[in-house]
């Protein structure tokens, strides 16, 4: 689902595509380009905090390491 993100910096709405209720992770601004980590929880977004590319890169590095540690417990390893 879609949910409505408003810009706490310059007030543009935006959307981001849900898969689930709850989502933590990097928003991107399309008018001003600012960049948030923002915290939704069902469908509401609960906070907004201004990251740099640096933190957001880091927090994606981050996800994707959770996500092979997850891939590597369900694929029996040789
Ligand atoms: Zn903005």
New binding site residues.
């Given amino acids: 689902m879609m949910i409505t993100i408003k ?1 706490p ?4 709405e935006g959307s981001q595509s849900l898969l689930e209720p709850t989502y933590r992770g990097p928003y991107r ?1 399309w ?2 380009r ?1 960049l948030f980590s923002i915290q939704i929880e069902n469908n509401e977004v609960k906070s907004f905090e201004p990251i740099t590319e640096e933190q957001m890169a880091k927090q994606q590095e981050e996800r994707r390491q959770i996500e092979e540690l997850k891939a590597k417990f369900r694929k029996p390893s040789d």
Avoid: A, F
Avoid at 9 to 12: A, L, R, Y
């Fill in positions: 810009c910096s310059c007030g543009t601004c008018k001003c600012e």
